[in-house]
């Protein structure tokens, strides 16, 4: 990375510290894929489209409902106590 760190990110300004608050993930390669991995969860399963009115898990037929997202913490709750 180039002297200041942030591979170049910061604006203008100098503002690495805006820019290093706003990239939370940055520091760790998990973290970013726990943030993605959330986000794909919420967006196929939680997440009616208005264009489908459903989810996109709903229209592949991997769902049969809108999922809430208890729903997706007591299935990661039970396939963590599966693991185990």
């Not at 604006?11 to 290093?20: F, K, L, Q, T, Y």
């Not at 809430?68 to 039970?78: G, H, K, M, Y």
Request: net charge positive; with cysteine; charged share 25%.
């Amino acid at each position: 990375m180039p002297a200041g760190g942030l591979g170049g990110l910061e604006n203008g300004d100098g503002d690495a510290s805006r820019i290093r608050r706003v990239q939370p993930y940055r520091k760790k390669v998990e973290n970013h894929e726990a943030a993605v991995a959330r986000h794909f969860v919420w967006y196929n399963f939680v997440r009616a489209h208005q264009t489908l009115r459903m989810t996109p898990a709903m229209e592949a037929g991997l769902a049969d409902k809108v999922c809430s997202v208890v729903d997706i913490v007591r299935l990661l709750d039970a396939v963590e106590k599966e693991a185990a």
